[in-house]
Every structure is written in C-alpha cells, then in structure tokens.
Nanobody, 121 residues
Framework: QVQLVESGGGLVQAGESLTLVCAAS????????MGWYRQAPGKQRELVAG???????TYADSVKGRFTISRDNAKNTVYLQMNRLRPEDTGVYYC???????????????WGQGTQVTVSS
C-alpha cells in the first residue's frame, strides 16, 4: 500500500509561484502514472497534471504554460511547480497514483491528505 504526503501549499498573491511536493512511502519507479488534482470549494475535484513513468505529461488547459509536473523516482517524489498563480488556482491540491494511457490520466485509489493553496488577488 502506498501512502502519499503532500506539502508546499500556502497563501500567495496572484502572479507568485509555489512548488508542491508529494512524497510516497514506497517506490514509485514502477508506477505508471502520478497526478495532481485540486478541489475548490463547492466544485468537483479536477485533474491538474499527470506524468507517466516514461515522462509523458498531461495538463489541464487552464494550467498549460504555467504549471510543470515532474517526478524523481530515486526520491519517490512528485513535484508540481506552479508559476503565475491566479485566484482561480485556489483549492486543496491532492497527489494521486493512477494510470496514463493515450486516453488521458485515470486516478487510482491512493490519495494524499491534500495541501491548501490560496491565491489572493
């Protein structure tokens, strides 16, 4: 069983940057997909970015060009670099172990506890 712990959230102003970190308790080197989701108040959880074991990346249209997902298999860690943050990026960000295919990212059952990101205007 994989345990995921997110960190790096906080309160920032619009235009600033944050880097989220997801640390896995076990090896992720053989995990097909790792993803970041977010959930804003009153909204459904949505995919922000996903990355495959081979480095293929997928992003939500709203974050393309601003966010970058990466993974370090040696450290069992996944990162989300968020630049030029906007108030609409506010939400709880969750790490997930899932699957990436040609059809997109499919979440699995392992989730972290989430980290809050708040962007003020």
């Amino acid at each position: 069983q994989v345990q995921l712990v997110e960190s790096g959230g906080g309160l920032v102003q619009a235009g600033e940057s944050l880097t989220l970190v997801c640390a896995a308790s076990g090896s992720i080197s053989s995990v097909n997909g790792m993803g970041w989701y977010r959930q804003a108040p009153g909204k459904q959880r949505e995919l922000v970015a996903g990355i495959s074991s081979g480095g293929y990346r997928t992003y939500a249209d709203s974050v393309k060009g601003r966010f970058t997902i990466s993974r370090d298999n040696a450290k069992n860690t996944v990162y989300l670099q968020m630049n030029r943050l906007r108030p609409e990026d506010t939400g709880v960000y969750y790490c997930n172990v899932g699957l990436i295919t040609g059809g997109g990212y499919y979440p699995g059952n392992y989730w972290g506890q989430g980290t809050q990101v708040t962007v003020s205007s």
